[in-house]
């Protein structure tokens, strides 16, 4: 049994989120760029959570794990 490992294209998703106030003033859009990004690389959903959880910084990478 071999699974196949697909490279994911990295450069589709957006920028990292910072929790910054400009960040949460867009942040339909960046949702949706990342929504984009994983269908577009046929991501499955914990894999897309596991990119979510990294592709966060400063203040929000904070409230992460703060949970």
């Known amino acids: ?29 960046w949702t949706s760029r ?3 990004a994983v269908a577009l690389n046929s991501i499955d959903d914990k894999k897309a959570i596991d990119i979510f959880k990294l592709w966060k910084e400063d ?3 904070e409230w992460q794990n703060d949970i």
């Open 1 to 29: 049994m071999t699974t196949e490992s697909k490279r994911v294209n990295m450069n589709l998703f957006p920028k990292n989120f910072s929790g910054s106030e400009a960040d949460v003033k867009i942040i339909e859009i």
């Open 34 to 36: 990342f929504k984009t």
């Open 59 to 61: 203040i929000s990478a």
